[in-house]
């Protein structure tokens, strides 16, 4: 069975960092896109960054010069590095991933999600 792990998230003040893991276990061969989306209290989840297969990066401007997404070299596990945070980073973090299921095949996953909060 193949499953999105998320970790990397806690409690931080304004302008400390964080940095989120997500990785792939199972049966699973491999990430190929990945996306970080976050939901604040309250509100809707959105789109924080993306990488393409690729390796195309997208970022929303609110994170802009701040966040950098990336994968390692096993290809089984990808970051989402926050600089500088602010009271309003904070929210519940989900990755959700084209996970490489078996040669040309490709399947979305959602991660359980990973709490991030910015306080003083």
């Known amino acids: 069975q193949v499953r999105l792990l998320e970790s990397g998230g806690g409690s931080v003040r304004p302008g400390e960092s964080l940095r989120l893991s997500c990785t792939t276990s199972?049966?699973?061969?491999?990430?190929?896109?990945v996306d970080w989306y976050r939901q604040a209290p309250g509100k809707q989840r959105e789109l924080v960054a993306r990488?393409?297969?690729?390796?195309?990066?997208v970022y929303t401007d609110f994170v802009k010069g701040r966040f950098t997404i990336s994968r390692d070299n096993s290809g089984y596990t990808m970051y989402l590095q926050m600089n500088n945070l602010k009271f309003e980073d904070t929210g519940v973090y989900y990755c959700?991933?084209?996970?490489?299921?078996?040669?040309?095949?490709?399947?979305?996953?959602w991660g359980q999600g990973t709490q991030v909060t910015v306080s003083s």
């Open positions: 199972g049966s699973a061969r491999g990430l190929s896109a």
């Open positions: 959700y991933a084209d996970v490489v299921i078996a040669v040309g095949t490709v399947r979305n996953y």
């Open positions: 990488m393409t297969a690729g390796g195309t990066t």
